[in-house]
């Protein structure tokens, strides 16, 4: 472990004392005045389930959390709605519930928000199906995902009315498609600066498994799209599922997916591009050093600086979702050593964002009784750097 990893280790271990307090506590921060808060309760705003959060800092530093909003309970089809509470402070507070992207019944969900770098808008990629239909369903082929595009150009208080961008980012004979879910990254390095990349997964054809990796990405600020890197059919010896994505300092692109019960050891998976996306430099191979992880989505954040280490959040028991653990790698993605476990209750989906110099804040499901009680926002200090 180099020096600088030995010193993020220690800072993130001394906030271990709050970590195990009860989440609604008033918990004291050096800067905030705040550790953390509750966007999301399960039961409260009209909805049965808050599910599948999507974190952004916009440019003016408001904290947008996008969720699925489950009507009826936790079943990932049925009617679900994306929705959004922005944060003003820090995360300490939130405004008030607002619905993004209506299903009216249908499902809409898998947000993958991103802050386009050259002007400032909020860019949300999301996916769409029959509220009737099943995921299982749907992967057989008796049923159609689809691809939508939203913008905000008001720092998240309205949005535009979703396209539909299915026929640009999709290739024929596909059944399942996933975005995300997770922000997307907005690349501000290197020939392709400014690109806005989704990373996705979808199945090959009716009744094929799981395990179709791709990206999407748009060079014009979310206006037009184009379909990036595919995977080729496997053996199912890896399943790239649910993937989330960082710029890496160096200008590549590094891609970490959940294996979606592939036969190899292991449960995460990873790959770099070094081309925007466009293509992969290598196939997805099985992180060792995440095994830990159980099949869960999960999340990445590059911080900022030539020398500052990536990021990795996503429960830390492998056969169970629980104890959200907070990961680092500082040689860009070969290995990962576990920074923080932030408690050892139940926990799921999860993402990071940079709240600052020396502060990140995860957004996570996560309860006393079950992973998808509430969606629980954390602040972390880290050393300046």
């Known amino acids: 472990m180099t020096p600088r990893s030995r010193l993020l280790l220690t800072a993130l271990a001394l906030l271990t004392s709050l970590t195990v307090r009860p989440p609604t506590a008033a918990l004291a921060a050096p800067l905030t005045g705040c550790a953390g808060s509750l966007p999301y309760v399960s039961g409260r705003g009209g909805y049965a389930v808050y599910r599948i959060p999507a974190l952004v800092r916009t440019r003016h530093g408001t904290l947008l959390a996008f969720a699925e909003g489950r009507r009826d309970g936790p079943a990932d089809t049925g009617a679900i709605d994306v929705v959004l509470r922005r944060s003003t402070d820090g995360g300490c507070s939130w405004g008030p519930l607002t619905v993004v992207a209506a299903g009216r019944g249908d499902t809409r969900g898998n947000p993958a928000p991103v802050v386009d770098p050259r002007t400032g808008a909020v860019v949300l990629v999301t996916c769409s199906n029959s509220g009737r239909l099943t995921e299982e369903q749907i992967r057989r082929g008796e049923g159609e995902r689809r691809v939508f595009v939203q913008r905000s150009r008001d720092d998240g208080r309205h949005f535009t009315a979703p396209a539909d961008i299915t ?45 179709g990796g791709h990206a999407l990405y748009s060079d014009d600020g979310g206006r037009t799209w184009h379909l990036g890197f595919v995977t080729e059919p496997h053996d199912g010896a890896i399943r790239p599922n649910e993937t989330t994505a960082a710029q890496l300092p160096d200008g590549r692109v590094y891609f970490n997916a959940r294996d ?118 954390r602040r972390l200090a880290l050393p300046a750097g």
């Not at 995300?180 to 400014?194: M, Q």
């Open 167 to 211: 026929a640009s980012v999709e290739r024929p004979g596909w059944t399942w498609y996933a975005t995300g879910p997770g922000h997307a990254v907005a690349l501000t390095r290197g020939p392709h600066a400014g690109r806005l990349l989704v990373p996705a997964d979808h199945s090959f054809g009716p009744g094929s498994p799981y395990g």
């Open 260 to 377: 979606q019960y592939g036969s190899a050891p292991g449960n995460r998976l990873d790959t770099y591009s070094s081309d925007g996306g466009t293509t992969l430099d290598r196939p997805y191979a099985v992180q060792p050093a995440l095994n830990a992880v159980p099949v869960v989505q999960g999340s990445l954040l590059q911080l900022r600086g030539r020398k500052a280490p990536l990021l990795f959040s996503a429960p830390s028991a492998p056969t169970a979702r629980r104890a959200l653990a907070l990961w680092s790698s500082t040689d860009s993605g070969r290995t990962f050593s576990r920074l923080l476990t932030l408690s050892n209750r139940p926990a799921a989906y999860s993402d990071l964002v940079q709240l600052g110099p020396g502060m990140v804040g995860v957004l996570y499901e996560t309860g006393g009784k079950h992973a998808y009680d509430t969606l629980e926002f």
